[in-house]
């Protein structure tokens, strides 16, 4: 199913950013998911972000030291009482799962352009 289309200004809000993972654990109690602590570059430390992937990642820890795609300036949303500070960016679904990340080691905070 197509979205409707909007403008690059649109776009142009959105910021991207890279970010490490530095812990990634299980939400007690769901099936679907993580708790990601992200280090963005960010004097206040890193991020808290929780995500809907925990079907796509049968070890969370796996995920520590990962730099992957985030949405850093979405308002913080709440999720089975715990506050999420940004979207993780993925594709596809079952096998085609996968996640945006760089080809290469960025400082994190590398914003997307």
Known sequence: ??????????FSKIEVKVGTVVSAERVPETDKLLRLMVDFGEE????QIVSGIAAYVPAPESLVG?????ATNLAPR???GLESDGMLFAVGEGDAFAFLAP???????????
């Not at 206040?44 to 991020?47: A, D, L, W």
């Open 103 to 113: 080809d290469r080691p960025v400082p994190p905070g590398t914003s997307a352009h």
């Open 66 to 70: 990962r730099q992957l795609a985030f």
């Open 1 to 10: 199913m197509d979205k409707e289309r909007i403008t690059i200004d649109e």
């Open 44 to 47: 206040k430390g890193p991020r």
């Open 78 to 80: 709440t999720l089975r």
